[in-house]
């Protein structure tokens, strides 16, 4: 099957046709309200919080959400077709027709946590010329970081096209702020396998996360900022004048004398 | 859309980010062709969800809503409760509960005070997508 995000943006794709097609399913519905319920399995959460949905198309993943817990939940999406869809359905949830790449539109600390179920691989594209991935991303994880009460939980599976995809979206959450990483379901299976990106604003112990077992595999910026903190004087210059070269910056030659101590004459 | 989510919803232009004005968005210009319309939706009753995001409403906020909306007879201060189940704080949590999630706001209009940028709310789905000019 092809993928979605590349024959169209999302709320050309999901039309009214579309919509319809995509909620009647009963192989989509069994495969959302899994993901749905995974997602919430590792979040852990007690009864009766206040949950954003983000991209909750027709509202599968909120039912769950209000059966299980009886969660409160405001779901975006972009797609008014969907979201049409979802007040058919009567869904209990607030619905907001939003662009997740502009900002989540509340103030700080408005929820207990976030749920995303195939949603967040449409930010990795960009749907007219003026919008830049990036930038969307930023803004996406910045507002979500604020949004999100201290100690607040994120869970968004998602379709990754490729590794950058998964790493561009890794690094957008870790520079928001956010810790955590990638939780891989079925990682053998080439047609099951499913990403869950698990995130935490502020201090959580990691115990309040139910992980069962998998491990959140943390690598992606962790390295880095490891190997800065041991690198010694010379390094740190050759670094840096590597860094200035690359930018075009004109800089001394390396030679032996590089990042030597001068003489106490001096 | 709930009182209570009205009371959470800012501005999203990003020139408004940082400005105190961007919340809470007002509801007091309607627009002739698009007339403010409250409906009640009955909610299944839950005092410790009322509870739990109590404290997180801001009410002076929530007052400037209300007022708004055609409703003044709330209190000057945020109620305090503790216990959730005690019996003399239920009549209470029925009213929040009846005021927060059970008012629906199908339609009218939102305005940002500080960018006076104005968000439609039509079948109570708010329109928060922005034309091209706003979202850089």
């Known amino acids: ?195 869950y990106l698990i995130l935490t604003a502020g201090n959580v112990n990691s115990n309040d996360i139910n992980l069962g077992g998998v491990k959140i595999d943390k690598s992606a910026v962790m390295r880095p900022k490891r190997a800065k903190k041991e690198e010694s004087r010379k390094e740190y210059i050759l670094r840096k004048k590597d860094l200035m070269r690359k930018r075009g910056k004109l800089v001394a030659l390396d030679s032996q004398f590089t990042g030597r101590k001068r003489k106490p004459r001096f | 859309m709930k009182i209570l989510t009205a009371n959470f919803v800012q501005c999203t232009v990003k020139a408004c980010g940082s400005s105190p004005d961007c919340f809470p968005l007002h509801f007091d210009q309607q627009t002739p062709d698009l007339p403010l319309e409250l409906a009640h939706e009955d909610v299944d009753f839950s005092p410790e969800f009322i509870c739990n995001v109590l404290p997180r409403i801001e009410w002076p906020a929530l007052l400037t809503t209300a007022r708004e909306l055609g409703n003044a007879q709330l209190p000057d201060t945020k109620p305090d409760i503790e216990n959730p189940n005690a019996p003399e704080n239920e009549q209470l949590l029925r009213d929040l509960h009846a005021l927060l999630l059970e008012t629906q706001i199908i339609q009218g209009s939102m305005r940002c005070a500080n960018c006076g940028h104005i968000y439609f709310i039509r079948d109570s789905i708010p329109n928060f997508l922005l034309p091209g000019h706003l979202v850089q």
Not at chain 1, 29 to 53: E, K, N, W, Y
Not at chain 1, 145 to 160: D, E, I, S, T
């Open chain 1, 1 to 195: 099957m092809s993928r979605p995000e590349i024959s169209a943006p999302p709320e050309v794709f999901y039309s009214d046709i579309e919509s319809k097609k995509y909620t009647s399913s009963s192989r989509i519905q069994h495969i959302q309200a899994s993901m749905t319920l995974r997602a919430l399995d590792v979040l852990a959460l007690p009864p009766h919080q206040h949950i954003l949905d983000i991209g909750c198309g027709s509202g599968l993943s909120g039912e769950i959400l209000s059966q299980e817990g009886g969660h409160v939940w405001v779901g975006m999406d972009i797609s008014p077709s969907m979201l049409a869809v979802a007040l058919d359905r009567d869904v209990e949830g607030d619905l907001f027709l939003a662009d997740m790449g502009n900002g989540v539109p509340f103030r700080a600390g408005t929820f207990d946590a976030v749920i995303s179920i195939s949603a967040i691989q449409w930010l990795c594209n960009a749907d007219s010329s003026n919008a830049d991935p990036r930038k969307r991303l930023a803004r996406f994880f910045d507002s979500l970081y604020a949004a999100l009460k201290r100690g607040g939980k994120v869970a968004c599976q998602f379709y990754p096209r490729d590794e950058s995809q998964t790493e561009s979206i890794l690094n957008a959450a870790k520079s928001a702020g956010f810790s955590g990483g990638l939780v891989i379901d079925d990682e053998e299976s080439k047609k099951n396998k499913k990403y």
